[in-house]
C-alpha cells in the first residue's frame, strides 16, 4: 500500500511517497520541467522506479492555478486540467503538462487539489470579493503539510521562493491568502506597480512579462532561465554586490509587509508563523528567518519547514482522503 503526492511548482515537478501509511517516513524525488517538457524524463517511469504502481492507493496531484475547480476531485472529474487558462500565469514551460497527461492517462487513482479563488466558499467573501485568485493549487498542500506539522489552529503559512505568498489560517481553516502579483515579491515574480502598469498600456511588456520579471530579479539586474535565477540572485548577494543585497533585503522586507498585513486583519491571535519554499526553509548562503526578523522583530513563533512540504502536504492530502478525510483546511473532499 502506498500513497503518492505531487507539488507542481515553478522549477520542477516534485512528488512524495508514503510507504504503508508511514508518515514518518516519505519517499523525494523532483524532475526538471524542462526535462519533462521535452519528453527526457517521464514521471510514470521514474515513479516505478520508486514503487509498485499498483501498490498506489491514491495520488494527490496540484497543477497550476487550480482555479477551475472548486474542491479535491477525482481526475476523471476534471475538465481542462482544472484550470480557466494559462494566460497570465508566469512563466511557462509545459513541463506541468506532460506530467498531467501522463498522469491522467496512467490507472493511477487521483485526485486533484484546488487552487484558492473566488470561487471557493469556504473561503472569507471578503477576499473572494477582493481577489479573482489567492494561490495556486500547492499552496493547499502546503498548509496542510504546515497544519499537521504544527497543531497550530491559527497561523499565517509563508512561501517565499519563486513566488511569495502568504496564507492565513483561522479555526484550522483557510480564511485567505495574499498572492505574488498582488503583495510580496519571490526571486522571479512580483507585484504590477505604476510604472509596470504604463510599460504595459505603451505596450513595452505584456502584463505576463511584468509579473514575471517583477521580483528580486528586477533589482538584482539578472535574467535567464527560470530554473537558476535564483542562483544568480544568490551568487550576487553572497558577493555583497549592491544590487543583489538590495534585492533580497526588499524581498524579505515585503514579505514583512505582507504578514504583518495578515496578522493586522487576523480575527484569532497568531500561534505562529511556517516559513517554507526554496528560500523561505534556506540557512545557508542566506539565513532567511534572521533576515525577516530583522523586519518582525522576533514578534512571532517561526517554525522552518523544509523545502520538500508541497510534495509532503499533497502526500498527507491523498493518505487521509484514502481514509475518509471530508475537507482539508476547509476545502471539500468530492470523492
Known amino acids: 500500500m502506498a500513497f503518492v503526492g505531487m507539488d507542481h511548482g515553478t522549477t520542477g515537478i516534485s512528488f512524495g511517497i508514503i510507504h504503508d501509511e508511514n508518515i514518518e517516513d516519505v519517499e523525494f524525488f523532483k524532475i ?170 505603451e505596450g513595452k511588456s505584456t502584463a505576463n512579462e511584468s509579473f514575471s520579471n517583477a521580483g528580486a530579479v528586477k533589482i538584482a539586474d539578472v535574467d535567464g532561465n527560470v530554473a537558476f535565477l535564483k542562483d544568480k540572485v544568490l551568487e550576487k548577494y553572497k558577493k555583497n554586490d549592491p544590487k543583489g543585497v538590495l534585492a533580497i533585503e526588499t524581498l524579505a522586507m515585503t514579505v514583512a509587509m505582507e504578514i504583518y498585513s495578515l496578522t493586522g486583519i487576523s480575527n484569532k491571535k497568531i500561534d505562529g508563523i511556517c516559513l517554507t519554499g526554496s528560500l523561505g526553509s534556506m540557512k545557508t548562503p542566506l539565513n532567511f528567518e534572521n533576515l525577516l526578523n530583522k523586519f518582525l522583530k522576533n514578534r512571532f513563533n517561526i517554525k522552518i519547514l523544509p523545502i520538500s512540504s508541497g510534495a509532503t502536504g499533497s502526500t498527507q492530502i491523498a493518505l487521509d482522503v484514502y481514509n475518509g478525510r471530508k475537507d482539508v483546511l476547509g476545502i471539500d473532499v468530492k470523492i
Open 32 to 201: 526538471d520541467r524542462e526535462d519533462s517538457k521535452i519528453g527526457k524524463v517521464s514521471a510514470i517511469e521514474e515513479l516505478s522506479k520508486r514503487v509498485d504502481l499498483k501498490s498506489i492507493k491514491l495520488l494527490a496531484m496540484t497543477y497550476g492555478m487550480g482555479d477551475g475547480i472548486n474542491s479535491i476531485l477525482p481526475i476523471k472529474k476534471v475538465k481542462n486540467r482544472g484550470i480557466l487558462s494559462i494566460n497570465g500565469a508566469g512563466k511557462v514551460t509545459g513541463g506541468g503538462t506532460s506530467v498531467y497527461l501522463e498522469i491522467e492517462k496512467s490507472n493511477i487513482p487521483t485526485v486533484l487539489i484546488p487552487g484558492l479563488h473566488k470561487n471557493l466558499s469556504s473561503l472569507d467573501k471578503r477576499f473572494n470579493a477582493a481577489y479573482s485568485h489567492q494561490a495556486s493549487a500547492e499552496k493547499l498542500s502546503i498548509s496542510y503539510n504546515a497544519y499537521l506539522t504544527t497543531k497550530w489552529e491559527n497561523m499565517i503559512v509563508a512561501d517565499i521562493s519563486s513566488n511569495s505568498v502568504n496564507i492565513l489560517i483561522e479555526n484550522g481553516k483557510i480564511r485567505g491568502a495574499i498572492d505574488a502579483c498582488l503583495g510580496a515579491m519571490g526571486i522571479v515574480h512580483g507585484p504590477i506597480d505604476l510604472e509596470m502598469i504604463r510599460n504595459i498600456d
